[in-house]
């Protein structure tokens, strides 16, 4: 059974750091696409990162691009999303999502985890 537990978000100055993590039971980064997504109120969840297969390959939106790391360590089947020079733009719900590579491409979620950046 895949289980996805976030933690690390709280309250942070604009400009300061933050690392999220994503506890992944149930998942083999081999198996599975690994993804951080963001949802601020009243909006639409995005993507903000993603790293493929046990971490060949990342991806980043635009405005996280330079600021942002998405990593896996496979031995405690984690992913992180280290995030800096945050900006009140960032704040938002960051949730994690494993999708599974072959059919049927199972998606889970995590139950997300709240950034606030605010002086």
């Known amino acids: 059974q895949v289980q996805l537990v976030e933690s690390g978000g709280g309250l942070v100055q604009p400009g300061g750091s933050l690392r999220l993590s994503c506890a992944a039971s149930g998942v083999t980064f081999s198996s599975f696409g690994m993804s951080w997504y963001r949802q601020a109120p009243g909006k639409e969840r995005e993507l903000v990162a993603g790293i493929t297969s046990a971490g060949g390959s990342t991806t980043y939106r635009n405005s996280v691009k330079g600021r942002f790391t998405i990593s896996t360590d496979n031995v405690k089947n984690t992913v992180y999303l280290q995030m800096s020079s945050l900006k009140s733009e960032d704040t938002a719900v960051y949730f994690c999502?494993?999708?599974?590579?072959?059919?049927?491409?199972?998606?889970?979620w995590g139950q997300g985890t709240q950034v606030f950046v605010s002086s």
């Open positions: 999502k494993a999708q599974r590579y072959t059919w049927p491409r199972t998606t889970y």
